[in-house]
């Protein structure tokens, strides 16, 4: 990996100063300012305050945001280092009663549009009182705090009820889509011993109804602590019924009025059990507090965001993934979050664009394989919608190419801000990324987020500036987990993250500090590319390669063999009708020799009719390189935590046919 950042690159977006003067993050750098009575001249003066006294930025945000603590507390943090600091110990709060805070009754707090074409309105009156009825019939059930409540649902207005209903009596959250099938649910929900499973009837996705009814059965029988199952119309089909009449339709658990009351609770009771993937074992649940989310989502979305009441917020994502959470969370800022249930490029590569136009997104989050995909498929948003509402454009789940930033500044917008994010469903949060305050360049995140201790660690432990090291925290994030589920003594948390340096958050990426102060995350450590010792991200190459004309995607590995040979291969599909020839074989390696590294061109390119990816996106990249090392399929990853398992299968028949001498290298056709 190259050691040496290059010089600073010309912005590609310039904050507006009369814009970024009526910030909420102007606005907060005031209030600390009188509180202190030390001003910040700039956003990087006021991020080292942020990490340098966490009590005051944290009681600074609470006090900001007006967040609602009963109870008595004398200290923000405790002196316990990390993973066992203490929050606002005695502070009492909940989440769901500042997601509900009364507005304008009338007012939209909720829109859900699906591939149907079907867009529906709640309004915040009416989400209060669904809520109200919802968790009142959840209490005659008998549910109570600490109880586990599970979702097998898409992404819409039912699901943000049921887990607000949840939240306000202290029931603990979980929840995937039904793209999981039987199996992949109950993998994650059985670890919960949940009481009630709420499920639809199906979903859709890419043109078609998919009925879940029959699944939805078979996942029933695999939680047997199960009290109630409540059906949830999506699809409008029949109820499918339960012999012991333990079903509910959600009409009828919605049919008793009744007021919201919200338990008091105390600052780390869980919220929500979020899972791992699944790709390198069983998943590991993981779970977060009322408090951390309640005060670390108020700093995202409203200062680094900028959402306020007016805005809308739509961030492409399913219930599998963290960003779900993260859009729900626009709830807390009086913002209106748009759900959408279904395929992004359905039934055309433009349906995100044409949504954010239909209804006026001010906040719009995508993929950077959408907005390469949008590239290719040359799309102009900015000329051909109605996008004088979008000013941000949000991107994360991997690393986003250079490229991209320009093609939003020609083809979105030139006022359109780029905010790529880095974080996870670890701290269901960001460690890096946007705000209306800061510069944007190409392919790097504006800054370390407020409150987050970011450093880049050498090979010895010390923080590095303008070398690639190892993302780390070093101090506390109210947002980092409580504790995994089923890990009583905590062992399993401390060497997930703080096994490699005591005391610290490592991540597992790579990442740079410029010295003009933002942040380049260039992909997973464990999947390096470490040739000859010189190390490069996987996400240098795939920003060079992905750009090519014909080419869909790509996936390199760097795998070190038994007989102790390093081989690097890169894997590709293309596009329709293209052909993987000594042309485009010579093309790409030219690429990456001029654009990335000369000591990472791979060794062979190959072509591949599909690649695996989690069902939130990323590239198997680990999980094909134990692979092609000799492991066995299964015990490199569940069926259910891929998208496309028989992309993967793929890879151990590549592994065997090479094994054995039937594969040449440089043969463009399939096993």
């Avoid at 939240?167 to 009481?195: H, K, M, N, T």
């Avoid at 062992?491 to 380049?520: K, N």
């Avoid at 935590?641 to 463009?668: H, I, N």
């Amino acid at each position: 990996m190259s050691t040496t950042a290059p010089s600073a690159p010309e912005p590609v977006w310039l904050p507006d100063p009369a814009e970024a003067a009526h910030s909420r993050l102007a606005r907060f750098t005031d209030f600390v300012a009188e509180r202190t009575g030390v001003a910040h001249a700039d956003y990087q003066s006021l991020h080292a305050w942020s990490v340098e006294d966490l009590a005051g930025f944290w009681s600074a945000v609470g006090d900001f945001f007006a967040l609602r603590t009963t109870g008595t507390w004398d200290r923000v943090l405790d002196d316990t280092p990390m993973p066992g600091t203490r929050w606002f110990s005695g502070a009492r709060l909940n989440y769901a009663e500042h997601a509900l805070r009364p507005g304008e009754p009338d007012e939209v707090a909720l829109i859900a549009a699906d591939e149907s074409g079907a867009t529906a309105h709640l309004t915040r009156a009416g989400l209060r009182a669904q809520v109200g009825a919802l968790s009142g019939w959840l209490r005659r059930q008998g549910v109570t705090a600490g109880d586990r409540v599970v979702g097998y649902l898409p992404n819409s207005a039912h699901t943000v009820v049921a887990f607000l209903a949840c939240a306000s009596i202290g029931a603990i959250w979980s929840a995937c889509g039904q793209d999981y099938g039987a199996e992949g649910a109950a993998g994650r929900f059985a670890q919960l011993e949940p009481v009630v499973l709420f499920a639809a009837d199906g979903y859709r996705w890419n043109g078609r109804e998919h009925d879940r009814r029959a699944e939805t059965a078979a996942l029933r029988e695999a939680l047997p602590s199960v009290r109630v199952t409540v059906e949830v119309p999506v699809l409008g089909l029949s109820p499918a019924g339960h012999a012991e009449a333990s079903a509910v339709r959600w009409a009828d658990a919605l049919a008793e009025p009744a007021e919201c009351v919200f338990e008091q609770l105390p600052f780390d009771a869980p919220l929500w059990v979020l899972f791992s993937s699944g790709t390198t074992g069983t998943p590991k649940g993981i779970v977060h507090g009322h408090g951390g989310v309640l005060f670390d989502h108020h700093k995202l979305l409203g200062l680094h965001l900028d959402l306020g009441p007016g805005d809308r917020f739509l961030w492409y994502t399913t219930t599998n993934w963290m960003m779900w959470n993260m859009v729900v969370s626009g709830l807390l800022m009086g913002a209106t979050p748009v759900l959408y249930d279904g395929s992004p490029a359905h039934p055309g590569p433009g349906r995100l664009w044409e949504l954010a136009a239909e209804h006026r997104v001010t906040v719009l989050g995508v993929s950077p394989g959408y907005l390469q995909g949008s590239a290719k498929a040359g799309l102009e948003p900015g000329r051909d919608l109605d996008l004088s509402a979008l000013r941000v454009l949000g991107c994360t789940g991997a690393p986003l190419p250079a490229q991209s930033y320009h093609w939003v500044h020609d083809h979105v917008g030139p006022r359109v801000q780029t905010a790529s994010t880095s974080g996870g469903t670890d701290i269901v949060s960001g460690f890096a990324g946007g705000s209306p305050t800061t510069p944007v360049w190409p392919g790097e995140m504006s800054a370390p987020l407020l409150g987050v201790a970011l450093e880049a660690f050498d090979r010895d432990g010390r923080p590095v500036t303008g070398e690639v090291g190892e993302l780390v925290v070093t101090r506390p994030m109210p947002s980092m987990p409580l504790r995994f589920w089923n890990d009583p003594d905590g062992t399993r948390y401390r060497e997930a993250y703080f096994g490699a340096y005591p005391g610290v958050w490592r991540h597992g990426d790579w990442m740079t500090r410029t010295a003009h102060g933002s942040v380049i995350v260039s992909g997973r450590s464990d999947a390096t590319l470490n040739r000859h010792g010189v190390r490069l991200g996987s996400a240098d190459v795939y920003a060079v390669v992905d750009e090519l004309p014909g080419i869909r995607e790509s996936l390199v590995i760097g795998a070190e063999l038994p007989d102790g040979d390093y081989w690097m291969p890169l894997f590709m599909v293309l596009e329709p009708g293209r052909v993987l020839d000594e042309e485009l074989r010579d093309t790409i390696r030219t690429a990456i020799r001029t654009h990335a590294s000369p000591r990472h061109v791979p060794d062979t390119v190959i072509e591949v009719p599909a690649l695996p990816h989690t069902r939130t996106g990323k590239k198997l990249e680990v999980p094909v390189k134990r692979l092609l090392q000799g492991a066995a399929i299964d015990k490199v990853a569940g069926r259910e935590a891929v998208d496309d398992f028989s992309a993967l299968e793929y890879f151990t028949r590549f592994a065997r046919g090479r094994t054995v001498g039937v594969y040449r290298p440089d043969a463009p056709g399939t096993l």
